[in-house]
C-alpha cells in the first residue's frame, strides 16, 4: 500500500532553515506528481507546494513563493522542501501528498490528492 513518511521537522527560529523529506512506497514514485500541504494551529489545511513526477515543473502558494523550494530524487523515492527565511506563521504540521495523475492540476476545489504522510511538525519561533 502507499506509504508516506515525512521527517526534518523541528524548531527553527524566524528566518531560519529547515529541509523536509518525504520517504514513498507501495506505488510507482515516478510516476506521479507530489504536493506539500500544511495545517497552521487551528486553521484549515493549505496546499503549499507541487512537482510534476519528472521535476521540471513545480508550483507554489502565494504565501511561500520565493522562500521555500521543492524537489524530488526519483532515484531515491524521496520529495522534498527546503524552507529558507521561517516566519512564525509558517508553523504548522506539515504533509507529503501523493497526487492523483503525473502533473499537478489545480480545480476549483484544490489540489487532488489521494494518499498523504502522518506529518511532520515545523514550529518558527525565537
Known amino acids: 500500500q502507499v506509504q508516506l513518511v515525512e521527517s526534518g521537522g523541528g524548531l527553527a527560529q524566524p528566518g531560519g532553515s529547515l529541509r523536509l523529506s518525504c520517504a514513498a512506497s507501495?506505488?510507482?514514485?515516478?510516476?506521479?506528481?507530489m504536493s506539500w500541504a500544511r495545517q497552521a494551529p487551528g486553521k484549515g489545511l493549505e496546499w503549499v507546494s507541487g512537482i510534476y513526477d519528472d521535476g521540471n515543473d513545480t508550483y507554489y502558494a502565494d504565501s511561500v513563493k520565493g522562500r521555500f523550494t521543492i524537489s524530488r530524487d526519483n532515484a531515491k523515492n524521496t520529495l522534498y522542501l527546503q524552507m529558507n527565511s521561517l516566519k512564525p506563521e509558517d508553523t504548522a504540521l506539515y504533509y507529503c501528498?501523493?497526487?492523483?495523475?503525473?502533473?499537478?492540476?489545480?480545480?476549483?476545489?484544490?489540489?487532488?490528492?489521494?494518499?498523504w504522510g502522518q506529518g511532520t511538525l515545523v514550529t518558527v519561533s525565537s
Open positions: 507501495g506505488f510507482t514514485f515516478s510516476s506521479y506528481a
Open positions: 501528498a501523493k497526487g492523483a495523475g503525473p502533473i499537478v492540476v489545480f480545480t476549483t476545489t484544490g489540489v487532488p490528492l489521494d494518499a
